[in-house]
């Protein structure tokens, strides 16, 4: 469980890393079913954006139940996984994460998810761990992005300059098995990775069921931008009830 100071932590500065971290079993076997996954999708070498669309084994990391208490006592009791991502910056050459916010991305209405990301190795400044902006997300609204078309970049869209400041950046170095809780406003990124190290990192996406996964925008947001089409994702409830009597939880073909 997160102790007081961390659920304070989390809601004045956007992001909390708790004091729980996963065994090394399961560190190896979400880097067997990573490389499963990338012998069948090689495009996927730097970002699966939608890992349960390609395989639902991954489900298996979302049920964690010690996980599930964390966010609970951050979003609440009643919680649905409606994506989760694999960021695998290899050695030498892994691409950079723009700084953006989450829910530039997402069809949650209203906007609500809290982001559980996983270090599958360490995360350093030297494999471009995640940069957070701390206290970025207590305005509770979207900043501008610039919609870019980088080839090295995982993401496309930006945030424009003028909406923060990088020099208040702090660097998320994480070891293998560690995790860290954040916020779907909170402004991040992260540099290039040269080293010889991987930084690979898989996260779950869970949001409250006060909120909706809404298709129609998902539908919307792909026409407009492209990329992953989040119109079919299956949405899973792992705990309590849906709240907003809205969600459409049956599974979607991919």
């Keep these: 469980m997160l102790t007081p100071d961390q659920v304070a932590h989390y809601h004045e500065q956007g992001f909390v890393v708790p004091d729980y971290r996963l065994d090394e079993q399961t560190l190896q076997s979400i880097r067997r079913d990573h490389g499963r996954l990338l012998a069948a999708h090689p495009e996927f070498r730097d970002n699966c954006s939608a890992l349960l669309s390609y395989d639902m084994a991954f489900l298996n990391y979302a049920r964690d139940p010690n996980i599930l208490d964390m966010v609970e006592q951050l979003i609440g009791p009643d919680i649905a996984l409606w994506n989760m991502s694999f960021f695998a910056k290899p050695a030498h050459n892994g691409k950079q994460t723009p700084y953006h916010q989450d829910g530039e991305y997402w069809p ?4 609500a998810t809290c982001t559980v990301w996983i270090a599958v190795d360490d995360a350093t400044v030297k494999n471009g761990c995640m940069r957070f902006i701390p206290g970025s997300h207590k305005a509770r609204r979207l900043m501008a992005h610039d919609q870019k ?6 993401l496309q869209q930006e945030l424009q300059p003028d909406e923060f400041d990088e020099n208040a950046a702090v660097d998320l170095v994480l070891e293998a098995g560690q995790i860290s809780l954040h916020d779907v406003y909170l402004a991040h990124g992260s540099a290039v990775n040269t080293s010889d190290k991987p930084r690979r990192g898989m ?6 069921t006060t909120s909706v996964f809404n298709r129609v925008v998902a539908q919307e947001m792909f026409e407009a931008r492209g990329g992953a089409n989040l119109a079919n994702h299956s949405l899973m409830l792992l705990r309590g009830t849906d709240r907003s009597g809205k969600n ?3 599974v979607r073909a991919m």
């Design 149 to 154: 078309n980088d080839p090295n970049y995982t």
């Design 108 to 111: 949650i209405r209203p906007l």
């Design 248 to 250: 459409d939880f049956r």
């Design 203 to 208: 996260t779950l996406r869970l949001m409250p």
